[in-house]
């Protein structure tokens, strides 16, 4: 699965060189804020990160945008007296999608594409005053489908969208810069 996502960012990367000779593409950079919901929400805390992008005039109203990023989710400590699990996660997103304008600064945007997680659990049990500690790290990607909108003002881009990633879906939210 590992050479399916690189070979897909690797064709993105081409494509934006390439198509960067044909048109205007413009580049930005942002701070990323990520709401764990659901399942995810039991197990993992409140993220954050950063992420670059780039973006391209498609159409009248469409932009194509493409972008990578870097999410640490907080540590969240589940159990009981006597039993303690304690997990951590981290996420580098990697999507294409695209924009279409609702005005002069409101769009809607849809993105799909790949998330790398990388996922810590610690484990201890206590039995008759012993403490046992074990731990596990997986390495796991996910398809996503990113689902939202933002407003532009200036060089600056706000924007929140809902990312489906199989039992890791989370809410994100995105201040970017326009270079």
């Known amino acids: 699965m590992k050479k399916v996502v690189y070979l897909f ?10 198509l960067n000779a044909q048109s205007k593409i413009s580049f930005n950079g942002g701070a990323n804020l990520a709401l764990p919901m659901g399942s995810f929400a039991d197990v993992a805390g409140f993220g954050f990160g950063a992420s670059v992008g780039g973006e391209m005039p498609l159409a ?39 924009k279409y304008a609702l005005g002069d600064k409101f769009y809607g945007a ?20 012993t403490t046992t500690t074990s731990e ?26 809902y990312y489906l990633v199989s039992d890791a879906n989370y ?3 995105r201040v970017a810069y326009h270079f």
Do not use: Q, R, W
């Open 9 to 18: 960012a690797t064709l993105v990367l081409f494509a934006g060189i390439s």
């Open 60 to 98: 009248d109203k469409i932009t194509g945008t493409a972008s990578v990023g870097y999410l640490m989710f907080g540590e969240k400590e589940l159990g009981a007296p006597g039993f303690s699990v304690k997990s951590s996660f981290s996420a580098i997103p990697i999507l294409v999608g695209s």
């Open 110 to 129: 849809a993105e799909v594409g790949f998330h790398l997680f990388s996922s810590k659990v610690t484990s201890e049990v206590t039995f008759f005053g």
């Open 136 to 161: 596990g790290t997986a390495n796991t990607t996910d398809f996503t489908i990113g689902v939202g909108g933002g407003y532009m003002f200036g060089k600056f881009d706000v924007s929140a969208k």
């Open 171 to 173: 809410l994100g939210v």
